[in-house]
């Protein structure tokens, strides 16, 4: 089934298979109405201007600060690179890397061969040509070279921040290439950064999840007993196509719901049985993440009492959270709703934490669960502009699992969610207007 496990393995193929092509166009199925009448909301959406991503640099060089970091180094396939620069660092066996330092010049470390589009991609960025480009041959030494840009700027012996996702291949032969240096995570730079969104950020996010909602309404309204999950792949795939935005789902049916993240089995819609939609889509590079668990026909009154207590999970964890808050907190809120209707204790069959942060990533910090951010804070406090998931689950092995998932900005007073609660198994979207 295509989701977001399997989105970005089948991306890099899509043009080889012709898949960049328009879906609708290809197929021979007939679009159901209620795809087709899907309105194009692209229009809608707002780029990123380079004003906003130096406000962005000024904010890590304040956290820098504090944190007594002198520089974070960003490296292929960074996230945080596409956050501060708008630069998508290639993501083969060779460093590319960028340098962020707490005063100075950055720089931007690629292979020689590259330079001409390591200087197309900067100049299209906020650095414009205030960066240096510093490049290395193919028998040289890219660490050491690194090293160098960071001694050139004055930093010979402070502490440079990796960022988490950096190949252990390339941070460890950085920290060969410069003992003299102390090295820590760059966590406490980018994600001090980006888990508070701007109002820009959260248009864009509230836009995603008004899409994907929409998308999910018109897929259930087309779904009928006897298709299989790769019909309504094909229905998430035009329908996605219609609203204008980079999206995927999966679809998990019966006992399969039962797994938190579903089976790649081929599975087959029946009337009375548990459906779970799930995954989102991305505005600007801003994605949303939203399940919904529902029956075609009628749903048996063991699936509306269990939907009914994930249901007030959802709830108590909406009204839990608030500015302040530690976020191991609103799981409690939540985890303690399930466990006392009699499906507990602890992680038994809420299986998973309440929410993860989402932002540029669909999964990204800060996380509802006691002992989370890896290390770098643990129990961190909620904060005005946070998204986070609220997604909590009841899965019960050979049966049936019901997962209501919505985002949860946080605001200045408490916490609202981008999309209304699904108020029913029979009914998902109730007077949902989109």
Known sequence: ??????????????????????LLAQSSHPVPSAIAALPNLSAEAKPFTNQERLARIGCAQELMSSSKIDAVLLANHSTSAEYFANIRLDGSERLWALALPAKGRPFLVCPAFEEDRA???????????????????????????????????????GTIGLDENMKY???????????????????????????????????????????????????????????????????????????????EASLNIGEYT??????????TIREGTILMLDDGCAVEGYWSDITRTFVLGKATDKMKRVFEIVHNAQSTALATAKPGIAAADVDAAARKVIVDAGYGPGFKYFTHRLGHGIGMDMHEWPYFV????FGWTLEPKLQPGMVLSDEPGIYIPGEFGIRLEDDLHVTENGAELFTPQSPSLEDPFGGFAG
Request: hydrophobic share 40%; with cysteine; proline share 5%.
């Open 1 to 22: 089934m295509f989701s977001r496990r399997k989105f970005f393995h089948l991306s890099s193929a899509a043009a080889v298979l012709g898949l960049d092509r328009p």
């Open 119 to 157: 200087h197309e991609l900067l100049a299209a960025g906020p650095f414009g040509n205030d960066a240096d480009i510093l490049t290395w041959q193919e028998d040289e030494d890219p660490f050491a070279l690194t090293i160098k840009g960071l001694k050139d700027r004055g930093i010979t012996t």
């Open 169 to 247: 291949i390339f941070s460890s032969s950085l920290q060969k290439a410069g003992p003299q240096l102390q090295w820590a995570s760059a966590v406490p730079v980018t994600a001090g950064c980006r888990m508070i969104k701007s109002q820009h950020e959260l248009d864009c996010m509230r836009l995603a999840c008004r899409a994907t909602l929409l998308v999910y309404r018109a897929v259930y309204q087309s779904l009928q007993p006897g298709m299989t999950t790769h019909d309504v792949e094909r229905l998430i795939e035009a329908a996605y196509q219609k609203i204008g935005f980079e999206g």
């Open 258 to 267: 039962a797994f938190p993240h579903g089976s790649d089995q081929i599975q």
């Open 370 to 373: 006691k002992n989370n951010m």
